[in-house]
């Protein structure tokens, strides 16, 4: 019994029903222990079964849809998990093993307050309530750095919060009972690089003064590096190698592993070409969002989302915009495309377009294109990949027959390196690597001058995020596209970018050759950016909480 | 959808699967098939009753008295009026040189049975299936008739009513702003007005026809799907899929229809059979209170209310509220089945 760790799992293997007597098999046979203070990682990719796996361990899936074929087994503190009864894992959950998500905003619930939602963990539990409960909230909200007017944020709702404090009020809920294991599904995916290093930094100071197990689970190879002291390598459902971190970073012996370290987004900028004419020119850009009040709903200010932006991109260039949530980088590419009503003044290709209407636009549109973020919100479901990708030939009037467009469709597709039978099949069936490569065709398909790419690889998996930078440096090179690539993670920037605007409440903080602020950053908020992204270190005071 | 597409006529992967799971609901496919046959049925009432035969057979001719009228001295009668077929008369002389093949029910909805041996409303009869009713026609040719009238009503004002709360929705949604917050108070202005009083009024001013409720209906039934559509257009106008179909240049209109009203239609198809059966209701209750249509049409809230006025007469009031009755849980459990159908939720095991 004194030696049995902390967790230890064995055998377990998760299977679903597909209907129609059909079982998909997410996790096979996968084995691993964990002891008192111990971090262990699971790495992989989307829909290697970390998640499942995470999620077996509090039996959490939905049975009886999922099922533990015989032979597997989690045991807790001595006792199996697998098949034990509603009742005793009830006591378990929340209690001694507790767990954050990935989307702090959907984990917490929007009509309640803070003081409830953490409240709710401690009555459960223990019974506490009125003046014990709110002393023990306050002290669980000093504990995840919550400092500043802690009592306060007892009755704030979740939406009042960041990003980041949303996730500090998971991590506070999941500490409320001093659990043994905290379970850590992809806690920094969602938040920018800045937040996740003050975060990981938050998990490594818990756990030093409280002793906890943590599960991590990520994709992110960094993030391992940084926080965890074993590593399990996932790989559809299996694991492929396990060790120490220094182990399996320095020596990988699998090929999946080695795969994945080598996936980080690599690569110099294109070396553009010096001949290029400026094709994009913006003069004091200013997006100011009204906030209205009073009884006559007056406009009582302003929310300055772009204030007063200059720059120049010419042919073949890209120019990284970096910053953090609700710097304006996404606003200040919306308003160049005129999708969103910018003040200033907007040159393209040597025209003025700020002032010309929506149907005077529409034949520039075919030139200056935009790649959203989300490549699952940003094709519609119901128009199958053709369809999506020849929308836009059908629009300015390109191709005079159904055939001659259809080849176009099929060129662009092979321009990103799908298969042009995809063209008939619907986005739901694609990953997300390959739904970004649909989104690039729908764009490409035009032969614009001018793309937007708005955070196009932060939704994805790291090795996907690597061959999608590949596919657009070689796409800016074969057709001298000029890029506004918006970002905050500043490994993708530094593998595209040739010049750097660093935003920060919708100015520009510091900007350059990407060389120069790459290598030496005059402004702390520049470098407080750097070092969350590449050391995953946080630096305080210079970024917000 | 979209003629453009090489695979157009193929079932999308989503429909296949929302076909299964509206079969995977047993008692609303069922009640699917059960309800579409009594319609196609109800549509061809003239061949199942009717007081003319279908075909007569005279002196070495064909006569299709069923589409054509002819007068009495056709089959050797007196009058130069169209013959009575049913007039024992006319029955013997064709019966001589020919012969007759008649619908299974030989009363059309006004046929008023003359050869009653008890005064009218008359019980079930071996000639008169469930009765007929107080002016001696035959229940079972009234409520053939009264049930096609009654779901061809419903189904024109459920249709044009969808259609043009769909549009009104989509532009509420889509433009929000000023246009939405005007429509929006006119909608509420509009759905206070009292419809009933209204209609009341209006059908004693004017002789009430199919056509004139038609319309009088519908100018208060299309806010139905108004706020569900425009809640999806509010909600799909940001998306990312939206706002890239702009960056390409499309306008307006082919955004909404092209790309947020799909996404809309799963909201408005699991409305309407619930559109369906309200719009069934109306027309009945309307018939019933005596503002429907007009006297001697054959209607289902007509016998209704001649069961209420004849309570010694049990066949009016039973048979009439078990077709409303029947009618009604087909569409509802219709409606369920849809329901599933577009459920992305739903697992069937």
Redesign the interface.
Known sequence: MADEPLLSVRDLSVSFHTGKGQTFTAVDRVSFQLNKGETLALVGESGSGKSVTALSILQLLPYPLAHHPAGSSVRFEGQEQVGASEESLRRIRGNRVAMIFQEPMTSLNPLHTIERQIGEVLTIHKGLGGEAARARIVELLNLVGLKEQAEKRLDAYPHQLSGGQRQRVMIAMALANDPALLIADEPTTAVDVTIQAQLLKLLRELQQKLGMAILFITHDLGVVRKIAHRVCVMQKGRIVEAGDVKTVFDAPRHEYTRHLLEAEPKGKPVTPPANARTLVEGKDIRVWFPIKGGLLRRTQGHVKAVDGIDFVLKEGHTLGVVGESGSGKTTLGLALLRLETARGKIEFNGKEIQDLRQSELRPLRREMQIVFQDPYGSLSPRLSVGEIIGEGLKIHRIGRTDEERDALIVAALNEVRLDPETRHRYPHEFSGGQRQRIAIARALVLKPKFLVLDEPTSALDLSVQAQIVDLLRELQERHRLAYLFISHDLRVVRALADEVMVLKDGKIVERGPASRIFDAPTQPYTRALMAAAFELEAIEGAVRT | M?A????ASRL???NQRRLANFRANRRGFWSLWIFLVLFVLSMFAELIANDRPILVRYDGNFYVPIVQSYPETAFGGEFETEADYRDPFVADAIAEKGWMIWPAIRFSYRTVNRNLTVPAPAPPSAENWVGTDDQGRDVLARLIYGFRVSVLFGLILCVVSSIIGVIAGAVQGYFGGWVDLLFQRFLEIWSGLPELYLLIILASVITPSFGILLALLLLFSWTGLVGVVRAEFLRARN???V?????????DT?IMF??VL??AMVATLTFMPFILSGSVVALTSLDFLGFGLPAGSPSLGELLAQGKANLHAPWLGITSFFVIAIMLSLLVFIGEAVRDAFDPRK???
């Open positions: 979209h453009a597409s090489p695979q999308s992967p989503l998306f990312d899929y706002r890239a179909a702009k960056a390409l240049g499309a306008t082919v092209r790309h799909p996404n697992i069937f095991r």
